[in-house]
T-cell receptor, first 112, second 112 residues
Framework: KAGVTQTPRYLIKTRGQQVTLSCSPISGHRSVSWYQQTPGQGLQFLFEYFSETQRNKGNFPGRFSGRQFSNSRSEMNVSTLELGDSALYLC???????????FGPGTRLTVL | KNEVEQSPQNLTAQEGEFITINCSYSVGISALHWLQQHPGGGIVSLFMLSSGKKKHGRLIATINIQEKHSSLHITASHPRDSAVYICAVSGQYGGSQGNLIFGKGTKLSVKP
């Protein structure tokens, strides 16, 4: 089975722009979670989607949003980018009912 | 106070040494995870534990639910074990398994 894929792998944006990141889970996995990793804060939970519904949301401003499609692929969007949004964004998928998450390679976002 | 505490933050070892990384958590959980992150960002799930002990090759993970403590051991360490090891918990307060709370990580460097 193919692993979790994320596109793009690298992205450079300027302040005020918006960005959309994509995550394709492992086939058969209906749950997708998104995480942000920064040197200062470490890894933090953004949100989780299951069967096109947001199940959980972390403590991030409303500029961070996401969605999930019927094929379980997920996107996250960040509007009005700030310098502090520069981070590695990771998604992870899992089978419903299991705690084990499988991580994608991440998208490294740089905001200038 | 972080809900997941790891120690040590940094660890340098000589090849062949036995290594222990500790993790303590403060909330009720459904599972504890040990993750490995190499430079470049990709995260690999090493173990998912809800009780007892698991072994995979030279890696051993244990958890004591009553004491809310887990350890990751590496026997006969090798330079290729150099990475950041991250402890994370899921299902806290009976919530979703898709929401991981992470420790700050332990950066391990194994010298030849």
């Amino acid at each position: 089975k193919a692993g979790v894929t994320q596109t793009p792998r690298y992205l450079i944006k300027t302040r005020g722009q918006q960005v959309t990141l994509s995550c394709s889970p492992i086939s058969g996995h209906r749950s997708v979670s998104w995480y942000q990793q920064t040197p200062g804060q470490g890894l933090q939970f953004l949100f989780e989607y299951f069967s096109e519904t947001q199940r959980n949301k972390g403590n991030f401003p409303g500029r961070f949003s996401g969605r999930q499609f019927s094929n379980s692929r997920s996107e996250m969007n960040v509007s009005t980018l700030e310098l502090g949004d520069s981070a590695l964004y990771l998604c992870a998928s899992r089978v419903a009912g299991s705690d084990t998450q499988y991580f994608g390679p991440g998208t490294r976002l740089t905001v200038l | 106070k972080n809900e997941v505490e790891q120690s040590p933050q940094n660890l340098t070892a000589q090849e062949g040494e036995f290594i222990t990384i500790n993790c303590s958590y403060s909330v009720g959980i459904s599972a504890l995870h040990w993750l490995q992150q190499h430079p470049g960002g990709g995260i690999v799930s090493l173990f998912m534990l809800s009780s007892g002990k698991k072994k995979h090759g030279r890696l051993i993970a244990t958890i004591n639910i009553q004491e809310k403590h887990s350890s990751l051991h590496i026997t006969a360490s090798h330079p290729r074990d150099s990475a950041v090891y991250i402890c994370a918990v899921s299902g806290q307060y009976g919530g979703s398994q898709g929401n991981l709370i992470f420790g700050k990580g332990t950066k391990l460097s194994v010298k030849p």
